[in-house]
């Protein structure tokens, strides 16, 4: 059996009319970025902003297309928004809490969220934690913030999306490898959180060197082609930064919500603002701001120093009308059991850090509350 290609592809999308009923979305220029994988095919089809919703049906027809061909496993076709030159977004009028200091979504950002969102089956909430920039402890809030939620008796999983710079195998001390059922990898375990990575799949030193539609393939297949089972919360660590990835992550996955995460000084919060914005921008509750690297106490005499500033985040978070969680010090002790694989949430559970990181748990699941309660119930597919 020969493996289907890009010019497959192409081929068949070539039947598809576009809008006009009467050239090909290919002739027109419409189809972009077409990635064949392992049975798999994903590509996106970009149209007007304002008829994004409008044309939804052209979406499911190029889906169908593409379907006809033999060895295929999945299809799946994403509408990417394009706005002509000078004209201005449709905008419903913002709320007070964005009046004066983010733009609410436009029309195709909201459809572009409403129709990709498929949940995930066993999972009832997905929380994505992320930052504006790397280096701002992200991963390290990620794995204490689930082992906080998972010791109030949740079941909990960790999904290390951060493809460039998975960490998590090193954080929680696991160096197994995924067995598979057919396509379905069945995640690890590490201190009772169920978790996936894709460092359990490659070397640590490998660098990982793919475009966009790769690894939004790979965030998609860690995400619904895992055994996850049965869980109250899915936290993802995001990859650091708001580039293609992980818009397309806010997009297509149902998020419950989004946690972000800053150092105080100016420079991060900037970058912490524009991650809040783009989460806003495609709909999806923003559950609070956490500070880390708060203040550095010296681990000898316990002097407080301000080395990155202290409060920005707090200051930030009432600037933009969102929740602020807590302040995370910079301290010897989490950086070591971070290193080490045995964070401290886990490996002092009643210590002080262990106390701010379950303080902030606590935050996050009245928050989440509050989102999820006028929700309506996700539809599986």
Same mark, same amino acid.
């Given at each position: 059996?020969?493996?289907?290609?890009?010019?497959?592809?192409?081929?068949?999308?070539?039947?598809?009319?576009?809008?006009?009923?009467?050239?090909?979305?290919?002739?027109?220029?419409?189809?972009?970025?077409?990635?064949?994988?392992?049975?798999?095919?994903?590509?996106?089809?970009?149209?007007?902003?304002?008829?994004?919703?409008?044309?939804?049906?052209?979406?499911?027809?190029?889906?169908?297309?593409?379907?006809?061909?033999?060895?295929?496993?999945?299809?799946?076709? @994403?509408?990417?928004?394009?706005? /002509?030159?000078?004209?201005?977004?449709?905008?419903?009028?913002?709320?007070?809490?964005?009046?004066?200091?983010?733009?609410?979504?436009?029309?195709?950002?909201?459809?572009?969220? +409403?129709?990709?969102?498929?949940?995930?089956? &066993?999972?009832?909430?997905?929380?994505?934690?992320?930052?504006? /920039?790397? &280096? @701002?402890?992200?991963?390290?809030?990620?794995?204490? %913030?689930?082992?906080?939620?998972?010791?109030?008796?949740?079941?909990?999983?960790?999904?290390?999306?951060?493809?460039?710079?998975?960490?998590?195998?090193?954080?929680?001390?696991?160096?197994?490898?995924?067995?598979?059922?057919?396509?379905?990898?069945?995640?690890?375990?590490?201190?009772?959180? #169920?978790?996936?990575?894709?460092?359990?799949? @490659?070397?640590?030193?490998?660098?990982?060197?793919?475009?966009?539609?790769?690894?939004?393939?790979?965030?998609?297949?860690?995400?619904?082609?895992?055994?996850?089972?049965? %869980?109250?919360? %899915?936290?993802?660590?995001? *990859?650091?930064?708001?580039?293609?990835?992980?818009?397309?992550?806010?997009?297509?996955?149902?998020?419950?919500?989004?946690?972000?995460?800053?150092?105080?000084?100016?420079?991060? %919060?900037?970058?912490?603002?524009?991650?809040?914005?783009?989460?806003? #921008?495609?709909?999806? *509750?923003?559950?609070?701001?956490?500070?880390?690297?708060?203040?550095?106490?010296?681990? #000898?005499?316990?002097?407080?120093?301000?080395?990155?500033?202290?409060? &920005?985040?707090?200051?930030?978070?009432?600037?933009?009308? @969102?929740?602020?969680?807590?302040?995370?010090?910079?301290?010897?002790?989490?950086?070591? +059991?971070?290193?080490?694989?045995?964070?401290?949430?886990?490996?002092? *559970?009643?210590?002080?850090?262990?106390?701010?990181?379950?303080?902030?748990?606590?935050?996050?699941?009245?928050?989440?509350?509050?989102?999820?309660?006028?929700? *309506?119930?996700?539809?599986?597919?």
């Amino acid at each position: 059996m020969s493996e289907v290609t890009s010019s497959d592809v192409f081929a068949q999308l070539s039947k598809v009319k576009g809008p006009d009923l009467k050239s090909d979305i290919v002739s027109l220029g419409m189809v972009e970025n077409v990635l064949v994988n392992d049975g798999k095919v994903i590509f996106s089809i970009k149209v007007p902003a304002e008829r994004a919703e409008e044309l939804e049906p052209l979406r499911e027809a190029a889906e169908k297309a593409v379907s006809q061909l033999d060895n295929l496993e999945k299809v799946t076709a @994403v509408l990417t928004a394009e706005r /002509k030159p000078g004209s201005a977004p449709i905008r419903p009028a913002p709320t007070s809490a964005q009046a004066g200091s983010v733009p609410p979504p436009t029309q195709a950002q909201a459809a572009a969220g +409403n129709t990709q969102k498929a949940g995930v089956p &066993g999972i009832k909430n997905i929380i994505a934690v992320a930052s504006g /920039k790397g &280096g @701002v402890g992200k991963s390290t809030t990620s794995v204490n %913030l689930a082992l906080a939620l998972a010791s109030t008796g949740l079941k909990v999983g960790l999904l290390d999306a951060d493809i460039y710079g998975p960490s998590m195998p090193r954080m929680l001390g696991i160096t197994d490898k995924p067995t598979a059922q057919g396509k379905i990898l069945s995640p690890l375990e590490g201190y009772g959180l #169920k978790v996936m990575s894709m460092g359990f799949l @490659v070397e640590e030193e490998t660098p990982m060197i793919w475009r966009g539609p790769m690894v939004i393939s790979a965030l998609t297949q860690m995400l619904r082609e895992v055994a996850w089972g049965e %869980l109250d919360l %899915l936290i993802v660590d995001m *990859p650091p930064g708001t580039g293609d990835a992980q818009l397309t992550m806010s997009q297509q996955v149902p998020l419950a919500g989004a946690v972000i995460v800053s150092t105080p000084q100016d420079i991060a %919060l900037i970058d912490a603002r524009k991650g809040l914005n783009m989460f806003r #921008k495609v709909e999806v *509750p923003i559950l609070g701001l956490i500070e880390n690297m708060s203040t550095f106490i010296c681990p #000898k005499c316990g002097e407080q120093s301000d080395i990155f500033g202290h409060g &920005g985040a707090r200051t930030e978070a009432d600037k933009l009308g @969102v929740p602020f969680l807590g302040e995370v010090p910079l301290h010897m002790d989490i950086r070591t +059991n971070s290193d080490g694989g045995t964070p401290v949430t886990a490996s002092n *559970p009643d210590g002080p850090h262990a106390k701010i990181y379950k303080q902030i748990a606590a935050d996050v699941i009245s928050r989440l509350e509050v989102e999820t309660s006028a929700k *309506p119930q996700i539809v599986f597919e």
